[in-house]
């Protein structure tokens, strides 16, 4: 069982930058594909970026591609999701999963292990 604890969440003006962290209790980090996702109102819950468990690769939705990049520290069991150049559309509430398989990906579907997620707002 890992429980997942997301922190960094918080009200920014647009152009702002904000580092997310997803802190992994209960098993190591360092074997699981790492995932963020986010919800804003309303809307379904969407698939933001992924990286892979040795941190070598990554990919990203094509809305934050260029402006968020994900990077973890295994010997700190922390992922981290740094979002620069923030847009109002990047309001939500952000999530951190952990999949098992140790790929990740964009599908909810993979991941075993969500956090409880923190609120990020982008004010104009």
């Known amino acids: 069982q890992v429980q997942l604890v997301e922190s960094g969440g918080g009200l920014v003006q647009a152009g702002g930058s904000l580092r997310l962290s997803c802190a992994a209790s209960g098993r190591t980090l360092s074997t699981y594909g790492m995932g963020w996702f986010r919800q804003a109102p309303g809307k379904e819950r969407e698939f933001v970026g992924t990286?892979?468990?040795?941190?070598?690769?990554?990919y990203y939705a094509d809305s934050v591609k260029g402006r968020f990049t994900c990077s973890r520290d295994n010997a700190k069991n922390t992922v981290y999701l740094q979002m620069n150049s923030l847009k109002p559309e990047d309001t939500a509430v952000y999530y951190c999963?952990?999949?098992?398989?140790?790929?990740?990906?964009?599908?909810?579907?993979?991941?075993?292990?969500w956090g409880q997620g923190t609120q990020v707002t982008v004010s104009s």
């Open positions: 990286i892979s468990r040795s941190g070598g690769s990554a």
């Open positions: 999963a952990a999949d098992r398989s140790g790929w990740g990906g964009a599908s909810r579907a993979r991941y075993d292990y």
